[in-house]
């Protein structure tokens, strides 16, 4: 990476290795994955999602970022991006113990949350 280049997820040391681990993934962990950090929309102000999808029409499969070529993933990346500082670290931080226990289970989404 360039000299004094950060990513919008440079500032975070946890959301920054969710991120960096995830992009190593199995398409099929990279799948789940996607889906649960999609489910954070509802987090996300409706504005801000439209936005995300003309972000999504514009990059995929067209841009440098590892995550441009799926439009699933652009998009749940996206939506993380958007979300709340505090959304995005929970997030971070179960994408990290579901990668860590090599399960999806840690990602499903639970009522009260």
Do not use: C, H
């Not at 190593?24 to 102000?45: C, G, H, P, R, Y």
């Amino acid at each position: 990476m360039p000299e004094g280049y950060r990513r919008w997820y440079d500032n975070d040391p946890i959301l920054k290795e969710a991120l960096e681990l995830l992009r190593l993934q199995t398409d099929d962990k990279k799948n789940a994955a996607a889906d649960f950090i999609i489910s954070l929309q509802e987090q996300v102000a409706q504005d801000v999602i439209e936005r995300i999808y003309e972000i999504t029409q514009q990059f995929a499969g067209k841009g440098n970022r590892w995550y441009d070529s799926d439009p699933v993933m652009l998009k749940a990346v996206e939506l993380l991006r958007a979300a709340p500082p505090k959304t995005q670290r929970v997030a971070a931080l179960k994408l990290l113990l579901a990668m860590e226990s090599n399960t999806s289970e840690t990602l499903e989404q639970k009522e009260d949350e």
